[in-house]
């Protein structure tokens, strides 16, 4: 039998205490909770800023609060603490990293670049500070082609770490690039044969996929586009239905933007419980692990000096893009 003495209160008025006591602590300590668009509702819902990679790096270069919890992953938060050293940068769980940041381990990053000295080097952000400072720009799923459109059309570009995303710049810009092997594991694991099947059963829908998918998918999409690129999209097309290929924890976002609309999560390979596609480390993050880090002041992010204002010229060379 359950022991109501133990139990606690009931889930709703859990998380009302315990959304509270964010807040609270939110204001002792001047914070700003940056949240990216894959995370939880709960969590979303409870942030000062939502966005994409692009927007919460502006929107942490913005900033005036002492303290920023980034609610993404590391490399998100990392970018935080590149631009704001003298700030505090939280992070809910430091073991949220991502499968195309670990693609690119450091040392045979450099390994690289010293065998084509020639090339200039374009670094999707997500990757590690090491490797930002190692990098001639950054971009993000939103600028990518913009950024490589920037860069002189006479010098070779080297593209790391996301080959799939660089696949996609290359056949929009017709810049040859060399691309870095690195995937990530969300994006890769959404299955072309469930999806075309679904395609036959909704006739009418349209779909709209992430950067990060493989061509084989990103070939039969209507719209390609970063997370914002997609909310955009569905706001403004005059559809009623999209399988949305990318992370699922933007359809809380997407569905709140257009509520009358049919919304369905693009089908994965892996039969996992919802079918659809859920990035491991982005749902590490909790609101209680939210509340863990506000409370006691760590996880902390924290960079060596020489590494950080390397990656900091890096980003800050696509932030003067716009
Ligand atoms: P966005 O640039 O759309 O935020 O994508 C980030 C990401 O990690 C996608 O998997
Ligand atoms: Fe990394 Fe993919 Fe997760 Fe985005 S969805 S954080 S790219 S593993």
Known sequence: MMDILTAGPPPRLRDAALIDEIQALKRERNAVLLAHYYQTPDIQELADVVGDSLALAQAADRTGADTILFAGVHFMAETAKILNPARTVLVPDLHAGCSLADSAPAEAFADLLQRHPD???????????????????????????????????????????????????????????????????????????????????????KLIAHPECPEHILAEADHVGSTSSLLDFVQRDAGRCYIVATEVGILHRMRAAVPHKELIPAPVHADNTCACSECPYMKLNTLEKVRNALRDGCPEVVLPEHVREGAERALRCMLALG
């Open 119 to 205: 090339h200039l080097v374009v670094s999707y952000i997500n990757c590690s500070a090491a490797v930002k400072a190692m990098s001639d720009i950054i971009c993000t799923s939103s600028n990518a082609v913009k950024v490589v459109n920037s860069l002189p059309a006479d010098r070779p570009i080297l593209f790391a770490p996301d080959k799939h995303l660089g696949a996609y710049v290359q056949r929009v810009t017709g810049r040859k690039l060399l691309l870095w092997d690195g995937v990530c594991e969300v994006h890769v694991d959404i299955s072309i044969d469930k999806l075309r099947l679904m395609l036959g059963r909704y006739p009418d829908a």
